[in-house]
């Protein structure tokens, strides 16, 4: 069975942050690179695109996750949290992050993007361009990088996608380049 198939019958077919049952995606929670129930949700378009800043941020929609935040799966959970992390100003998110609980792996998961840092403290990931980069983005090198610990050799051109943000450097960034996880310096790179 498909991951998209496990993730509908886990939801019976709804969004599981706002219960929606059209325009229906699998997402894929950043920083993991690799498509899998344990890591995916099941969103509908709305979500996504707050999810992704595509559309600006409605916090009266995002109301639904005092019901989700609930949810027996992880990965919900975890997206539960990182968006009451960004909606933490308004106050009521305050207090359902106040009552929610993570086990101290799945918290450090949901810490990953950064969500519960103040914008003064954040590191921020700028592509060669100076384009802010996040967790998720595409980039291609602008570059031949030579990879450490391998013979392998990075062409420049090479898309490196769902890249990962180094939350303590903001000049590192990792990524898959062929079957190798690797380190790549932002200066090196463009979003695509």
């Known amino acids: 069975m498909s991951v998209l198939q496990t993730l509908q019958d886990r939801s019976n077919t709804t969004c599981e942050l706002c219960s929606a049952e059209k325009n229906l995606k699998q997402y894929t929670i950043p ?6 129930v ?8 709305t979500c996504l695109d707050q999810i992704e800043g595509n559309t600006e941020m409605d916090p009266n929609h995002w109301r639904c996750l005092n019901e989700s935040m609930w949810s027996e ?3 919900v959970q975890i997206m539960a949290w990182r968006m009451l992390q960004r909606l933490r100003n308004e106050g009521w998110p305050q207090d359902l992050l106040d009552m929610m609980y993570l086990d101290d792996e799945a918290l450090a998961l949901a810490r990953a993007t950064g969500e519960h ?7 921020i990931h700028r592509d060669v361009n100076g384009v802010v980069l ?6 291609v ?3 031949d990088l030579k990879i450490k610990g391998s013979s392998q050799v990075a062409k ?7 890249i990962r943000l180094d ?11 062929g079957p190798t996880l690797t380190v790549i310096i932002t200066d090196y790179v463009k979003k695509l």
């Not at 344990?38 to 378009?45: F, M, P, T």
């Not at 840092?117 to 590191?123: G, L, M, R, W, Y």
């Not at 996040?134 to 980039?139: E, F, I, L, P, Y």
């Open 156 to 162: 420049q051109g090479t898309a490196v996608r769902n």
């Open 73 to 75: 799966h992880v990965a």
């Open 134 to 139: 996040a967790s998720g983005d595409n980039v």
């Open 167 to 177: 939350h303590e450097n903001d000049k590192y960034i990792e990524g898959k380049v």
């Open 117 to 123: 840092e103040d914008e003064a403290n954040k590191i």
């Open 31 to 36: 920083p993991s690179l690799n498509e899998n």
């Open 38 to 45: 344990a890591n995916d949700i099941l969103v509908c378009s």
């Open 141 to 143: 090198l602008i570059k």
